[in-house]
């Protein structure tokens, strides 16, 4: 079982002189990148509303995530103290799903194929879940999840996203699967541009027939008027 990390408690940061209580009162779910914190929207105006100081309050994200790789995208729970203004800060890792795209090369846009086709958008090998498992597992949400049992699980998760798991990967076998999953996109958007060239001849199709229909109608409306 890897070792937990430990989190480092909540800042808290006191009422200052002059200011008033707050009375909005609960938890505020943001998604803030490590090291990029800033005033603007929509980070600002969201954490005013809780009456934060927004400017210490980007300090203090941001040297709590100097350790991770800037700009990973971070699920942060804010627990505002309505009396003081004080804050504690609950930082989790950024989603399974996040990581394992960016092990496998995903871009989120690419179209997804069906579990059962044998074309993938992405390879990982058992390390890679491995790894990955144990950078999850210090979310508090999954520490008392056996790594085993988070491995199966990222595993399944995989195959639903078009990631195929080996156990090894070679540096041959990434590049032969790289040159199959670009022939595959290059398909894909090929096909998406047929499709959409069919639709709009079909609606240019449809519209000309309407178009035909009315002035048929019309037609006929003279025809009874004489």
């Not at 609960?26 to 954490?47: M, N, Y």
């Not at 804050?87 to 950024?94: E, G, H, V």
Request: glycine letters at 6%; charged letters at 30%; aromatic letters at 6%.
């Amino acid at each position: 079982m890897a070792s937990r990390l430990k989190k480092p408690m909540g800042k808290k940061r006191k009422i200052g002189v002059g200011e008033k209580p707050l009375t909005l009162d609960g938890t505020l779910k943001v998604l803030i990148r490590s090291g990029q914190a800033v005033p603007a929207p929509p980070l600002g105006p969201e954490l005013s509303r809780y009456g934060l100081a927004v400017q210490p309050f980007c300090k203090d994200f941001n040297e709590r995530t100097k350790h991770l790789i800037e700009g990973m995208p971070i699920t942060t729970r804010v627990f505002v103290n309505p009396v003081d203004r004080s804050y504690d800060l609950q930082i989790n890792m950024p989603s399974s799903s996040y990581f394992l795209r960016s092990a496998a090369g995903v871009q989120a846009e690419w179209p997804r194929p069906p579990e059962e086709s044998e074309y993938k958008l992405g390879l990982l090998s058992f390390k890679h879940i491995y790894e990955i498992a144990k950078v999850k597992g210090t979310d508090d949400a999954l520490e008392d999840m056996p790594l085993e049992e988070l491995c199966k699980s990222l595993i399944i998760q995989c195959r639903a996203m078009g990631i195929r798991v080996v156990p090894r990967v070679t540096e041959e076998e990434l590049v032969e699967f790289q040159i199959q999953r670009d022939n595959y996109l290059q398909n894909q958007e090929r096909l998406a541009e047929e499709l959409k060239a069919a639709e709009q001849a079909a609606k240019t199709a449809k519209a000309k027939a309407l178009m035909a229909d009315i002035a048929s109608r019309k037609m006929s409306v003279k025809k009874v008027k004489k």
